[in-house]
């Protein structure tokens, strides 16, 4: 019996769907959040505000592998989608109402740093459970598609919503993002 063919699986257009969803919301949240940082502090800031975020996506990664492994990469992936989602969606809310604070886009940057770095290994940690192993090298091959597309949409997205509605508008579409990715995932 032979497998079925990876862009014909259902469960892996939705993951592939869910993964770059959430991938071209964290290129459109990296450009909203130094947007935001900039205009609220200069752009002295913005490294110190984009390492803040770095610092604990970075320590943490190994943590995500590990939650994976113990919960399940569909549920790793669920609940950092989610908090990632409900994180931006409150930067949204606050930003509307008073604008961007320096010290909330430090706290912004920290959190979705922290939450972000269980989203990687439980990603990749998810294929092998959804199609066969003859079928990976070429799931891999539409997760590297699947990330340049996002690399050249996001921040398209981003900047479109950043002109036309600031930050605020920025943060709240990428929640929006988030969301879509959750309802895809759902479904796998």
């Given at each position: 019996m032979t497998a079925r063919p990876a862009f014909r699986d259902p469960n892996v257009l939705r993951w592939l769907g869910a993964y770059t969803i959430s991938v071209t919301g964290d290129v459109a949240y990296y450009l909203a959040l130094t947007w935001a940082t900039s205009r609220a502090a200069g752009p002295a800031h913005v490294g110190a505000v984009l390492a803040v975020g770095a610092i604990p996506r970075a320590?943490?990664?190994?943590?995500?592998?590990?939650?994976?492994?113990?919960?399940?990469?569909?549920?790793v992936l669920l609940a950092s989608d989610l908090v990632r989602c409900a994180v931006v969606?409150?930067?949204?809310?606050?930003?509307?109402?008073?604008?961007?604070?320096?010290?909330?886009?430090?706290v912004l940057a920290l959190l979705f740093g922290a939450v972000d770095a269980v989203f990687m290994p439980a990603v990749g940690a998810l294929p092998p459970r959804l199609t066969e192993e003859s079928q990976l090298a070429r799931v891999q091959g539409m997760r590297v598609l699947a990330v340049r597309f996002s690399n050249a949409v996001g921040p398209l997205v981003g900047s479109f919503v950043l002109a036309v509605q600031g930050a605020a508008g920025a943060f709240a579409v990428v929640g929006v993002l988030f969301a879509v990715s959750v309802g895809l995932l759902w479904a796998v």
């Open positions: 320590v943490l990664m190994l943590g995500g592998g590990v939650l994976a492994d113990r919960f399940g990469p569909r549920r969606l409150v930067a949204a809310a606050l930003t509307w109402a008073d604008g961007s604070r320096l010290w909330r886009l430090y």
